[in-house]
């Protein structure tokens, strides 16, 4: 078995490393924000690049490359096993219209403008704040040195998010079926849930394991990696048997 990870967007390989470690085995890091992907077609043909045709593969999604890998798992029959963490089951049209998303999206990572990196790092931990090397590594992955402003900004490229964004309303991956193969979703329980959410846990496939961490947010795989490992060990050696 071969296991493939696909990050949220703004994600990295610094952000899975902690996670690699206390699984305790080999995941690859696939990055979609780097292809302009606008049609499912295009969607299946980057992923076809990315792995082995002839080898069994688990595949990991966070947020909406959870939603990605929800789809591509229901088009991909090497992928043998699929866990989300805390994505792949929002209707997103009950959550914000598509416009909406779209331009809030684009001012935010326009806001994310830095002088330094250190300023990213403050920004993203707060001041007092004392992030391990590897955290630190990923805030500073995350962004890119732009010549004609002269400061940093998000290593992402605007259309080839939003172009992302409005595939994801297209393939509706709250309704992909996935059909005999195991199924693992991980997200946080929250204390005061919206009803979207709610709902949308809800009317989670029966068949898909749920489990849902005390004390954790969106982020969760990089807030508590040896929880989350835990939980995927455990299941896998369910699956295993």
């Known amino acids: ?21 206390e699984l305790g085995f080999p995941v690859t890091f696939l990055d979609p924000y780097r292809e302009l992907i606008q049609t499912e077609k295009d969607l299946r043909a980057w992923f076809q690049g990315q792995i082995d045709q002839a080898e069994e593969i688990c595949l990991l999604g966070h947020s909406l490359g959870g939603d990605l890998a929800r789809y ?66 990923a805030v500073e992955a995350s962004y890119r040195w732009n010549p004609v402003s002269e400061r940093y900004e998000l290593n992402l490229d605007l259309e080839k998010v939003l172009a992302l964004l409005r595939l994801r309303r297209k393939i509706k991956v709250n309704q992909v079926l996935i059909e005999d193969k195991p199924v693992l979703f991980i997200g946080p329980r929250y204390h005061e849930e919206p009803e979207w959410r709610k709902e949308a846990l809800t009317q989670l496939d029966p068949k898909i394991k749920q489990v849902l961490l005390e004390g954790l947010g969106h982020d969760l795989y990089t807030q508590a990696p040896k929880r989350v490992a835990r939980e995927i060990n455990i299941w896998l050696k369910n699956v295993h048997k």
């Open 72 to 137: 591509l798992a229901a088009e991909f029959p090497q992928i043998q096993a699929l866990i989300l963490l805390d994505g792949g089951y929002l209707d997103m049209e009950k959550i914000l219209p598509l416009e909406e998303e779209l331009e809030g999206t684009s001012s935010f990572m326009q806001q994310q403008v830095f002088s330094t990196l250190e300023e990213a790092v403050l920004a993203e931990f707060g001041d007092g704040a004392d992030p391990t090397p590897i955290a630190r590594k």
């Open 1 to 21: 078995m071969k296991y493939y990870f696909i990050g949220g967007l703004g994600g990295n390989g610094y952000h899975l490393a902690p996670l690699i470690d």
